[in-house]
């Protein structure tokens, strides 16, 4: 099974689908930018997300500091665990707009701190330290937002009552339209 599908597919699904309340995405877990947190002179190994600016939003990640309507809003934000903000700055308090450099294989960038969030629990499928914009894996390869490309793992919050099996057949419709492909895909998993 494949789980890569289209970066444009979250935001497509809420425009034509009544039934989908709210998309978000997250790369596909090849794609997960690791790398080096740099702070002055300390220096932090991470494993980070490329998110949609809602993703705080969809997932139920606790805040500490920022806002999540608009904590990815700026593609120069990136989002820190506590564990990640406690190893760079020492506390958890008054992050918002410190800078840091993060060097991985798709940027040497430096970054604006939006948000602190909680430390993913142990069990989430999911794991990772810092949080960054969609954008920049788009940047890395433009397929990440192509209809043709599988870059992104895409998550749909429903309406209630909303029955599942018409709507698998209708986002399967919409997938196969805009990827041009007459080979049918089944988008639940």
Known sequence: IWKGTSGLLAETLVEELPEVERAALHQYSIFKPKGILIKEDIKLEV???FASDNYFEVFSYPLIEGDAKTILKDKNSVVLSESTALKLFGTLHDLIGKTLVWKNDYFD???QISG???D???NASNQFDAVVHYDWLIDWDRYANDWTGGYAETIVLLKENTDLS???D???QVYKEKRQFNKPRTLFV
């Open 47 to 49: 494993e980070g997300l």
């Open 109 to 111: 960038t430096q970054f």
């Open 116 to 118: 602190i969030f909680k």
């Open 120 to 122: 993913v629990p142990n």
């Open 166 to 168: 018409l709507l698998s």
């Open 170 to 172: 209708k986002m399967t």
